[in-house]
Structures are given as structure tokens and as C-alpha cells.
């Protein structure tokens, strides 16, 4: 290769390897700081577009989420309504056992009566009051509920409302056991009811736990698409580390580098002397 001073091929070359390490150091940097390999579409298109497709998915599942929460807040108030419907059932059957007694005044019937039929009154007072964020399940007409159960919004996880009102459950707003044999009757009645909300708390339960049990399966999906998309995009800080300081050190070599190189030139002045 000539001597020349107007051309330096050994700086060209120095300089061309000094940019290179000059622009690692820069993509090092950058992943560090940012804590990412790909933090955007220019690092890496494809992988970028995976990602973000995942992230989408992971933030629309905090909406899957919520819902299900929602619904299961909902499910368990209609469950204490229903469960202080029970309770009430339990009581009035008692009443009535107590004024099927023959041997009772009329006084003491009477007694049970009003108690009896303060029972029927608050069962109402229960379902009415049995609402969470305006929906009601147990009262006559109630809303069923049907959670989101997937970020397309397909699908939905649906607990259905049951009716635990005076006429839902076989009772009415004037039922009462003022003589012997309306409240020998109304025993059975009154059983009869027990079992029914018995049976639609038992329906609620089921609901209530199938929405738990969907929440639970949902946030180890979002813990794992998480966990996916960080396998993707997140660099590894120590490998990055160890990589920073080898180019700092290939830095200052390529600029010690460029420096011979430009000085080489001056080597030629010597011929001329």
C-alpha cells in the first residue's frame, strides 16, 4: 500500500471501527437505561409487534378482571340477602310450630302473629336491600349477571337470578297464623320456602365460586403474558453490564487506535530531511 497524505486508509479504517463501537455503546446504554433489548419497532419489528399484540391482551384482561370482580361482589350481597331470608324462614316456622299449640290464648296467638308476620315484612325489607351498584339478584324480576370471562369479550360467565321475594318463594304479603289451623298450615308453607331458598342460595354459591375460581385462573394469565412479554423485550442487565465495559474499553482503544493512524502521516516528513 503507498505512503500518501492525502489519502489515510489506516484512519478510515480506525474511524469506521471507532463509529461501530460507538453506536454498540450506544444500543448498550440505551437497554440499559430503558431496562429493554427491544424498546421499540426499530430495535426489532417483529418481536415489537408480539409484545405489544401481548400487552394488549394483558391490559385488556384488568378489564376482564374488574368485571368478574364486579360480579362477584354483586353474587355475594344477593347471598347475605338471601342467607337473612333464611335466617328470618327459620324463625317463622318456629312461630307457627308455636301457634299450632291448641292449649294457646288468644292473647298469646295473637303475640305470635304480630311476631310472625314482623318476620314476613322484614324478609321484604332483606331483598329489597339486597343491591350492589343498582343491581339486585333475589328480588322478583332481579338482574342475572353475566361477566366478562375473556378480553374478546365473547365470552361471559353468567349467574342467573333467583326470585326469593314474598311470591317467590311461596309466601305472601298477607301471610300469617292468626288461628290454629292457618298456622298448621303454614308450617308446611314456611318449609317449603326454606327449601326453595336453600336451593337458590345453593345456585348462588355455585355462581359466586365459579367467579372466583375464573378471576383466580385469570390473573396467573395476565401474571404469565406479562412474564411471556418480558422474556421478549427485557434485557439482561448483567450480561449488559459486562458488555458496557468491554466497549468503554474497545472505546478507548479505537480512539488510541485513530490517533497512531493519524500520525502516521508525519512518519513521511522524516524521508525529506
Known sequence: MPNSVNTNVGAMVALQN??????????????????????????????WAIAQNQRATSTSLDAVKESL?????????????????????VQMKS????????????????????????????ITKSVTNATFNGINMINAGGTTIAALADDSGSSKLTVAAQ???LAGIGLSATSSIGTQSGAGTMIATVTTAIQNVSTALSKLGTGS?????HLTFIG?????????????????????S???TSLQTKQQLGVQALSIANSSSQSLLSLFR
Not at 209 to 213: C, Q, T
Open 18 to 47: 471507532l463509529n461501530q463501537t460507538n453506536a454498540d455503546l450506544m444500543t448498550t446504554q440505551n437497554r440499559i437505561n430503558t431496562g429493554k433489548k427491544v424498546a421499540s419497532a426499530k430495535d426489532n419489528g417483529a418481536i
Open 69 to 89: 370482580q364486579r360480579s362477584q361482589s354483586t353474587v355475594d350481597v344477593a347471598i347475605a340477602g338471601g342467607e337473612a331470608v333464611s335466617d328470618l324462614l
Open 95 to 122: 312461630k307457627a310450630l308455636a301457634a299450632s299449640d291448641a292449649s294457646l290464648d288468644t292473647a298469646s296467638r295473637d303475640a305470635l302473629n304480630q311476631d310472625f308476620m314482623s318476620l314476613r315484612d322484614q
Open 163 to 165: 326470585d326469593l321475594s
Open 209 to 213: 365460586k365459579a367467579l372466583a375460581s
Open 220 to 240: 396467573k394469565l395476565q401474571d404469565s403474558i406479562d412474564a411471556g412479554v418480558g422474556n421478549l423485550v427485557d434485557a439482561d442487565l448483567a450480561k449488559e
Open 242 to 244: 459486562a458488555k458496557l
